[in-house]
């Protein structure tokens, strides 16, 4: 790829530029023991990652429903499954409280700082308008010339539409941006129905399944995504 024709990139939030220290799984389980509930816990890990395959299934969400309201049915259903009694809307208000806690990676502020005079900059996120990690990033003085959040136009990635109205805010052509995103479905895949170049941000050296196209590129943390666009 020619990285002189590239004039903007497009960041995914989530496991991308923030690292959301394992919420909620972990947040979740303190609160069932919080109501004198005592379970097994590879028995709670075991639902809990089966049921947020099962909601939080990106392209099989239709109609549209917000973040909030996933998070809000995936919470119903475990707290169903082990008999709890509890607010749900307070422990979600919680839930989402908690998310303002997570941290920034580590090697993030010096690259988008290199970067941000020579490239245009886009958060492309699923996401809800009110979201804590955009927040996080925002709050920190990072300067955005496009933030796209799923609520915002009712279509999650990898749709190839939210990036097609991404691209229209920025004012780019396909050719002139790079995606950078850690998700095989919504970044991956998405960029790639929308004929976009991805770099795959791969922290944890996890193998591709066959069932998702290549990455034009594969990075372990964003120190490499300077090398690839400096050099």
Sequence with gaps: MDFLKVKGIIFDVHKTL??????????????????????????????YDMLTREFFNWPEINPFITVREVHRKRLMRIYQHFN???????????????????RIYPEVPKVLEAISNKFKMALLSNADMDDPLIQILLTRGFAFDTIVTSHQIKRYKPDPNIFYFTLEQMQLKRDEVIMVGDS???????????????????????????QFPEPDFQIQNLKELLKLITN
């Design 18 to 47: 923030v690292d959301d220290s394992g919420f909620p799984r972990d947040r979740i389980w303190r609160l069932i023991k919080q109501s004198g509930i005592h379970l097994d816990l590879d028995e709670y890990y075991t639902l």
């Design 84 to 102: 709890v009694d509890r607010n749900i809307d307070q422990d979600l208000s919680y839930l989402w409280k908690c998310m303002s806690t997570s």
């Design 184 to 210: 095989p479905i919504s970044d991956i895949k998405g960029a790639k129905n929308a004929g976009i170049k991805i770099i795959w941000i791969n922290r944890e050296k996890i193998p591709l399944s066959d």
